[in-house]
């Protein structure tokens, strides 16, 4: 399941460059997460890198996009051939 950005995102900035699928862009008034970016952060740390450093907690599942982890995974891998 790719992830997404909610209202309460202050737009501090802190979440594009911990993305190792450069799947986060600075929009206004708030950053977006492009879903076909996002494998979870599977392929690589398993661990959302963007929710580590997100200091008001506002990264949640996208329902839109209900994926397995092999899908994540086949996601991540498409992005890095
Ligand atoms: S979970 Fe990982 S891949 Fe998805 S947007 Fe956050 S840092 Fe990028
Ligand atoms: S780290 Fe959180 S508050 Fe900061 S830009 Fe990213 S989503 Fe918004």
Redesign the pocket.
């Known amino acids: 399941m ?2 997404m950005i909610n209202d309460d995102c202050i737009a501090c900035n802190a ?1 594009p460059s ?4 450069e ?2 862009t600075e929009d206004e008034p708030i950053f977006t ?1 492009h879903p076909q ?5 599977i392929g ?1 740390t398993g661990e ?4 580590e450093v997100c200091p008001v907690d506002c ?1 949640e599942p996208n329902p839109d996009y209900q994926e397995t982890p092999e899908q994540l995974q086949a996601k991540y891998d498409r992005l890095h051939r």
């Open positions: 790719a992830l979440c911990v993305c190792p699928n799947a986060i997460i970016r996002c494998s979870e952060c690589e959302p890198q963007c929710k990264i």
